[in-house]
């Protein structure tokens, strides 16, 4: 399949490592964090992350649609804590190795109409994007289905 450029598709995260000013890396999701982010050809992008680790205080709640929702404020907390969601629209530049993320709705919600800009490379058929000291390295998800 001719993709329009090199994002364009579906693309599973395989690291999330964050590196402070003493070289000192972190992982905010786990060491192996699940993720998917998705570029469409018309323009627009969506990006889940979570912990894999990431647990409910009391396992046995019931699942419920969200206006009903009663999860105590612990699991509430520890949901936020655990997640990462945004979608919206993105501008990618090959030249300046670039993409910008226009989000539209969001998990955090001081996202929600603002831009994050993110360096973009790729290398031995991965994606990598960098902001700042984060650094994510995604895989084609089509290689793991």
């Known amino acids: 399949m001719e993709r329009a450029h090199p994002l364009v598709g579906t693309w599973k995260l395989i690291a999330w490592e964050n590196t402070d000013a003493e070289g ?15 570029y469409t050809e018309d323009g627009y992008m969506a990006a889940e992350i ?9 396992a046995r709640f019931p699942v419920e649609p969200a ?3 009663t999860l ?10 655990t997640y990462l969601s945004y979608c919206g629209t993105y501008t990618y530049s090959a030249a300046e190795g670039m993409v910008r993320h226009h ?6 919600p001081s996202w929600t109409g603002n831009d994050q800009l993110r360096r973009c490379s ?23 289905a």
């Not at 999701?29 to 998917?36: S, V």
């Not at 979570?50 to 009391?58: A, F, K």
């Not at 989000?103 to 955090?108: R, S, V």
């Open 67 to 69: 206006f009903e929702q």
């Open 103 to 108: 989000i539209k709705a969001a998990l955090i």
């Open 122 to 144: 790729f290398r031995d058929g991965k994606l990598f994007l960098t902001h700042k000291r984060a650094r994510l390295v995604w895989e084609r998800a089509a290689d793991h």
């Open 24 to 38: 000192v890396v972190s992982y905010p999701y786990g060491e192996h964090p699940i993720g998917y982010l998705l």
């Open 72 to 81: 105590p404020d612990e699991d509430r907390r520890a949901g936020y804590d």
């Open 50 to 58: 979570m912990d894999p680790d990431r647990r409910q205080h009391d």
